[in-house]
């Protein structure tokens, strides 16, 4: 059942990304390709396959980081220097403008300073302090009816911050098709099935998603076999709350290897019950893993169409 370990697979399944990023290219008769860049560890191994595979001038990095904030960070820095890419290749979004023209630090009239705008570095915490656990029953695309008051701000604070991710979806787009160039995606299977990421933002959107087969604990095979740098690989942060270290923890107690444990067997249909005997561990941390894989399916879904 624990098929997670890959290590002795990884050149194959490199070799097997490589030709899927060529082959699409060629597919779609496009010169380059723009991939949503973060620093992080996936957007990392996708730039890096992609360039072997079509050289470093066909590839453009789109930087998702807002003016406001540093956009060369020491995450960013290590991975450019890894990659050994030039600024020139480099695209940063600077969507601050474009998102206060939606008003979102005035979201509650009149609460603006007793609760500070999301986006913001380690106001999360600072917002589930003054939620206290009442979010807690909610999946991270809050999917379902806000049951309280405070309920719905947080849905409302959070609507507006996957604005941001949304917006910078629609501006990589724009800036790969007057490039004649396609998306490249680095959303993982761990985070497509437990729903961590925004609808139809940059976790969603993309023309090919290269590591989407593959769950979280597989993509640090690949980071090995590729040599990325430990001081990335370990970095597992949630991009619609920033101020968290590594979502795994953070959203369920538990690493990101326990986490694909749990997923692989409810993927085969296996009960909670029956998976905490299997790994031994606790049924509610599975419980909760079960709550988001069951909710996601909207999250990840295109939109349902009829049959007629």
């Not at 030709?19 to 957007?43: H, P, Q, Y």
């Not at 904030?69 to 030039?86: Q, R, V």
């Not at 023209?101 to 007793?114: A, K, M, T, V, Y």
């Not at 979806?169 to 724009?174: D, F, S």
Request: glycine share 6%.
């Amino acid at each position: 059942m624990e098929n997670l370990d890959i290590s002795d697979q990884v050149s194959n399944i490199v070799e097997k990304i490589k030709n899927f990023i060529e082959t699409s290219k060629e597919e779609r008769g496009v010169s380059g390709v723009v991939i949503l860049f973060s620093g992080f560890i996936d957007s990392t191994i996708i730039a890096k396959l992609a360039m072997d595979t079509l050289g470093k001038e066909k590839v453009r990095l789109f930087n998702r980081s807002e003016s406001k904030f540093d956009k060369h960070t020491e995450m960013f820095k290590n991975s450019i220097d890894y990659l050994g890419i030039s600024e020139s290749q480099i695209v940063h979004c600077d969507i601050a403008p474009i998102v206060k023209q939606f008003n979102s630090d005035e979201l509650i009239p009149g609460r603006s300073r007793e609760v500070p705008l999301l986006y913001q570095p380690l106001s999360y915490s600072l917002l589930k302090s003054t939620l206290i656990r009442e979010i807690e029953g909610n999946t991270y695309g809050m999917v379902g009816k806000a049951e309280s008051e405070r309920e719905r701000l947080l849905h409302k604070i959070i609507a507006h911050n996957k604005l941001r991710s949304r917006i910078q979806m629609a501006v990589a787009y724009l800036t790969a098709e007057t490039e004649n160039a396609f998306l490249l995606g680095t959303i993982n299977k761990t985070e497509l099935l437990t729903g961590l990421f925004t609808k139809w933002g940059h976790g969603h959107c993309a023309d090919i998603m290269p590591l989407g087969n593959l769950y979280r604990t597989q993509i640090l095979h690949l980071a090995d076999y590729l040599d990325i740098p430990t001081d990335i690989a370990n970095k597992a942060k949630a991009d619609l709350l920033p101020g968290i270290k590594n979502k795994y923890q953070y959203f369920f107690e538990l690493t990101a290897l326990d986490v694909d444990r749990i997923l692989v067997r409810l993927e085969h249909g296996i009960s909670t019950e029956e998976t905490s005997k299997q790994t031994d561990i606790d049924l509610d941390l599975i419980e909760k893993v079960n709550h988001y894989f069951a909710s996601s399916v909207y999250t990840r879904s295109a939109p349902l169409i009829p049959k007629i």
